[in-house]
């Protein structure tokens, strides 16, 4: 199929959508020089109109700003529930291993660091962005283009940038506060790895 060949170089109605000013359209794509319409307004050009610069019009917002955002209340609340669940199956492994005469203090500790570390990354990446406890509130994870998480950025966000947070108390304070004052409700390792957690609207 061949393509639409471009308008010749000339003044062309803003694509902005002001009628009262023109821009110049040099042929290949639109520049900064702009005038006040001279004359009637011809419909503008369709070729062009998917290459307006930066500079013509605002730049677009991701995809996930048009999703309703999860309160900071819901993702507390899931933190909770994750914590609890993986808590409680490691208080159980550790039970069941000295059941088994096979006792040993660290048993439960490794339990716990072993789901602490792969359960978030492998429910976000196999149940659609959502862990069990974000299910239950009725939240999940997406990227900034409202697409899922695969395996790779789940780790990266809730294993490396959260793990090391938690290593300093400050950061993961501030971290954890962090959406109640940022507008788009994000944490610090929202922003670091381009990750936003919204209202579930995949069902249950």
């Known amino acids: 199929m061949s393509q639409t060949p471009s308008p010749p170089a000339g003044w062309y109605p803003d694509p902005s959508g002001d ?12 520049t900064p020089r702009e005038r006040l319409a001279v004359a009637p307004a011809f419909a503008p050009p369709a070729a062009p ?3 307006v610069s930066a500079a013509a019009s605002p730049r677009a917002g991701a995809a996930a700003d048009a999703l309703p955002k999860a309160t900071w209340i819901s993702r507390l609340s899931a933190s909770v529930i994750d914590t609890l669940l993986v808590l409680v199956a490691a208080i159980t492994v550790d039970l069941v291993v000295r059941d088994l005469g096979a006792g040993s203090v660290s048993a439960g500790t490794i339990a716990y660091l072993t789901l602490a570390l792969l359960y978030p990354p ?6 659609r962005g959502r862990t069990w406890g974000k299910q239950l509130v009725g939240i999940r994870v997406v990227r900034e283009d409202a697409g899922e ?3 790779g950025m789940a780790f990266a966000r809730e294993s490396l940038v959260k793990g090391i947070f938690t290593l300093f108390t400050i950061a993961y304070l501030i ?5 109640l004052w940022d507008g788009r409700r994000r944490a610090l390792h929202d922003m670091m ?12």
Request: aromatic letters at 12%.
């Open 149 to 151: 998480l695969g395996f």
């Open 19 to 30: 009628a009262h000013r023109e821009r110049w359209w040099d042929g290949g794509s639109w």
């Open 49 to 51: 109109a998917s290459q």
């Open 193 to 204: 790895l381009g990750t936003r957690v919204v209202l579930d609207d995949t069902g249950r």
């Open 175 to 179: 971290d954890g506060l962090f959406p």
């Open 122 to 127: 492998i429910a976000l990446a196999l149940n």
